[in-house]
């Protein structure tokens, strides 16, 4: 059974920086393509960037305007989300997920599996 495990959660005020990781354990790391989603109150779950399997390919969305860098070690089987200059509308539950196979990663159905989320917090 495939696991993911998201950690680097925290409070942070804005302006600051937090790198959040994904450990997923179970399979073959190097064969998922990975992606970070994340989900305000009352709010839909949003995509936020994802990386291929080989991570020689990235996409974002459009609200991360550079501010965010998705990577990922596929020795150590751990995808990474480098935030910077945080604002108070980042904070949200931040999720990482894994898909094996061709498919829309900007798209939360497309995942296969997905972890338990860890809470990021902005503060004025």
């Known amino acids: 059974q495939v696991q993911l495990v998201e950690s680097g959660g925290g409070l942070v005020e804005a302006g600051g920086s937090l790198r959040l990781s994904c450990a997923i354990s179970g399979r073959t790391f190097s064969t998922y393509d990975m992606g970070w989603f994340r989900q305000a109150p009352e709010k839909e779950r949003e995509f936020v960037a994802a990386?291929?399997?080989?991570?020689?390919?990235?996409s974002y969305a459009d609200f991360v305007e550079g501010r965010f860098t998705i990577s990922r070690d596929n020795i150590v089987n751990t995808v990474y989300l480098q935030m910077n200059s945080l604002k108070l509308e980042d904070t949200a539950v931040y999720f990482c997920a894994a898909v094996d196979g061709l498919a829309d990663l900007s798209k939360a159905d497309a995942y296969d599996y997905w972890g338990q989320g860890t809470q990021v917090t902005v503060s004025s």
């Open positions: 990386i291929n399997w080989s991570g020689s390919s990235t």
